[in-house]
């Protein structure tokens, strides 16, 4: 939700290194970046990232594609679709490195001071941050910033700014923010994510309304033409007053972008293979192993390659509402889980390509596995009885068919569970003492995604679960998520390197009946509760990764979710147009740090037979 969010944050502990390149005053320290938990790998004055070509030459038009449509160009509030890419348009307060984990260095601030109690934090904003009208970022345009969206803005923002007391003018280019609550390390983390938007504008704009109207920005790039909902092109600013920035330089570097949105992935996939847009990242195991297969792929004349990564991939997954009354019990929400044939799925619609996932932080150190150990237990000991007494006792593990009649057994299995549930099967129907017959609608938005589906609910049925699948257009799949109108759907969980405040908007029990909040599940759990909190509080790296296991174990054990499957790689599909960093980034694609390439360009232009 937070666009080109940034990662700001800093740590306090003995023993710990704080912030680095620092200049220290009485009960406080200040800095041009911030790290959680650890050192920043980039000193004061350092020029650009290492991932990054710093002479990389601007110029050239890059043609992107997204899937479904947009309505608004207000990406702060529940109301609307907001325009795709449309975070181009902001700065932030600090920007993050993706080479590090969570670590971020002066943007719009020039320098952050936090005290050692962490009661505050004082950025002090760069003189030279400009709107693209040429005023100046001031205090109050921050200020206003944090009073309406913490007020007004998406109900994600309220609580995510929940322990951020106020935010108050503390010199000419000083804004102070005051937190409120326990000890809470990563707030320093969490107002530099916070979006900075215009007062000037918004004192003739109403904020709480979606709009077509392009807003005022401070970011690289403008809103240079709308077609809604069926493209949205934007130009860079020539005159960005923070091109020069080491947070910026050698990034964004495309004169153009231009995005242009389909209803299928279908359709958009042919329209890339015509050369119709420049790269597409494909999140489809089938398609990649046969989808591209074309003239262009054969003469080479887009490539597709596969790039390692270390980002968390996050839990994708059949996701259950807990609040209907078919979903609340967890043993049923356990037994419905064996109906999904992993191993069959990934040999015959994957080509082998996925692995399973197993936890909600996969791809991580924060992903919790065997039994648990003296750290987890810590803060797991003072839950028993609260939790399953399975998080001390057993390894959490998926059904698995790897052998033939294993899917039977484990149908026979799920049968027994929902039988001890008080749910059997009558007249082939699966029904409960009331007479209730359990009905389940799974809700898409990928018309793709059917193939998949469609052999889980074809072992429902042989339960006896009266399972439907419904598709649904962009704007109604965002309303009846926003309003909790779904029995299951498909989702994925993207978690962080360094999770805090956002764990309580996606697990948190006072935000599970706000409408727009993230708790899907409607998870009320005062154990999930306190586990959150003892993440929040983590005075360092060690003990974060004991408190997020543990967290892990109880939403594991809580089968709030069937777990899908995940990957390692990034699969880029791109024509032969761009030149590209010698060094990749360690936590993400790093795109906006290509270029178009003038003599690939002219080369590729020549073979089609197109005029640049």
């Not at 934090?121 to 970022?137: E, N």
């Not at 995510?160 to 007391?165: G, L, P, Q, R």
Request: aromatic share 12%; proline share 5%; glycine share 8%.
């Amino acid at each position: 939700m937070i666009n080109r969010a940034v990662l700001v944050v800093v740590a306090l502990g003995a023993g710990i290194s704080l912030l680095t390149g620092l200049a220290v005053q009485a009960g406080s320290t200040v800095s041009h970046g911030s790290s959680l938990h650890g050192d920043l790998k980039y000193p004061k004055g350092f020029k650009h990232f290492d991932y990054v070509n710093p002479d990389a030459p601007k110029g050239g038009k890059l043609r992107l594609a997204t899937t479904g449509s947009y309505d608004s160009l207000n990406p702060f509030i529940l109301k609307g679709v907001s325009a795709p890419s449309i975070g181009l348009v902001y700065d932030s307060l600090m920007s993050s490195s993706s080479d590090e984990v969570s670590s971020s260095y002066a943007h719009i601030a020039e320098s952050i001071e936090v005290p050692d109690d962490f009661s505050w934090v004082i950025y002090t904003l760069d003189a030279r941050a400009k709107w693209h009208d040429g005023t100046p970022i001031s205090v109050d345009d921050v200020i206003f910033s944090f009073d309406t969206i913490k007020a007004k803005g998406h109900p994600f923002y309220r609580n995510y700014f929940k322990s951020i007391a106020k935010a108050e003018k503390a010199g000419a280019r000083q804004v102070k923010f005051s937190f409120s609550g326990d000890l809470n390390r990563e707030l320093p983390h969490i107002t530099s994510q916070l979006p900075i938007i215009s007062r000037a504008y918004y004192s003739k704009h109403d904020f709480e309304k979606t709009t077509l109207e392009p807003p005022l920005g401070s970011g690289p790039y403008r809103i240079k033409k709308l077609d809604p909902p069926r493209s949205i092109t934007y130009e860079r600013v020539e005159n960005y007053w923070g091109k020069d920035l080491a947070v910026q330089k050698g990034q964004y570097n495309f004169d153009i972008i231009r995005i242009d949105s389909y209803r299928d992935q279908t359709v958009e996939l042919e329209a890339f293979k015509s050369g119709d847009f420049d790269f597409r990242q494909e999140s489809t195991a089938k398609v990649w192993a046969t989808g591209y297969k074309s003239k262009a792929l054969t003469k080479g004349w887009y490539n597709k390659i596969e790039v390692k990564n270390e980002n968390p991939t996050g839990m994708q997954a059949f996701v259950f509402n807990s609040r209907r009354p078919q979903f609340s019990d967890p043993r049923v929400r356990r037994a419905l889980g064996y109906a999904f044939d992993f191993e069959w799925t990934n040999k015959n619609l994957f080509y082998g390509q996925y692995t399973r996932t197993k936890s909600y932080f996969p791809n991580t150190e924060l992903a919790s596995s065997g039994l648990p150990g003296k750290d987890e237990l810590k803060y797991l000991n003072p839950l028993r009885g609260e939790i399953p007494d399975e998080v001390f006792t057993t390894e959490f593990t998926v059904p698995v068919n790897d052998k033939k009649g294993a899917l039977r057994q484990n149908l026979r299995t799920a049968k027994n569970m929902l039988a001890d549930a008080g749910w059997t099967i009558k007249g082939g129907k699966l029904t409960n003492v009331d007479g209730k017959i359990f009905e389940m609608e799974i809700l898409l938005i990928q018309p793709s995604f059917e193939r998949i589906v469609q052999p889980m609910v074809k072992n429902l049925k042989r339960l006896g679960v009266q399972t439907t699948i419904r598709v649904v257009d962009t704007a109604q799949y965002q309303n009846r998520l926003n309003d909790f109108d779904f029995d299951c759907f498909v989702y994925t969980f993207v978690r962080t390197l360094s999770p805090g405040n956002e764990q309580r908007d996606s697990w948190g029990s006072y935000i599970a009946e706000t409408k727009g909040s993230r708790n899907f599940i409607g998870i009320k759990d005062p154990a999930v509760d306190a586990l959150i909190e003892q993440i929040i509080s983590a005075p360092n790296r060690t003990e974060l990764v004991a408190a997020t296991r543990a967290l892990d174990r109880v939403l594991l054990w809580g089968h709030y979710v069937v777990p899908q499957w995940h990957s390692q790689t990034y699969r880029l599909a791109f024509w032969d147009r761009f030149g590209r960093p010698k060094t990749a980034p360690k936590y993400g694609v790093g795109f906006y740090s290509w270029w178009i390439d003038p003599k690939k360009d002219a080369t590729l232009n020549a073979a089609m037979g197109r005029t640049k």
